[in-house]
């Protein structure tokens, strides 16, 4: 599983008004973790804010994503590259790679990506 460091919860907090792709970004992280207002930007940063949000990214239970969440998600970074997405914010980068892991463990049917033996 692709970690997020807090220094990258850090730097996305303190935008004040992120670029598009981040918030895109955030809004595909938000949905994995069946977060509401997914798109609230200032809800995003509370969620940043949060001491557990690491564990929570750490721990997320793939098999308990419902496969519409998984679609929304996809969506918010459809045709987004690592390469795109570093060049506007590298902290947001590890984010684009977690949701993307969740992703492809969601595709695979995997479950939890905190348990040994479910990685790829």
Not at 22 to 35: G, I, N, P, R
Not at 54 to 68: A, G, H, T
């Amino acid at each position: 599983m692709t970690a997020v460091k807090k220094g990258d919860l850090t730097e996305i907090k303190s935008l004040a008004n992120p670029p598009q792709l981040v918030k895109d970004v955030l809004s595909a992280t938000m949905t994995l973790l069946q977060e509401e207002n997914v798109e609230d930007f200032r809800y995003v940063k509370r969620f940043l804010a949060d001491p557990s949000s690491l564990k929570r990214l750490e721990e997320v239970d793939v098999s308990v994503i419902p496969p519409e969440l998984v679609v929304k998600a996809r969506g918010y970074i459809d045709g987004f590259t690592e390469d795109k997405v570093r060049s506007v914010s590298a902290a947001t980068t590890s984010f684009f790679r977690w949701v993307n892991d969740v992703l492809s463990k969601a595709g695979s049917g995997a479950g939890d990506l905190s348990k040994p033996g479910n990685s790829s």
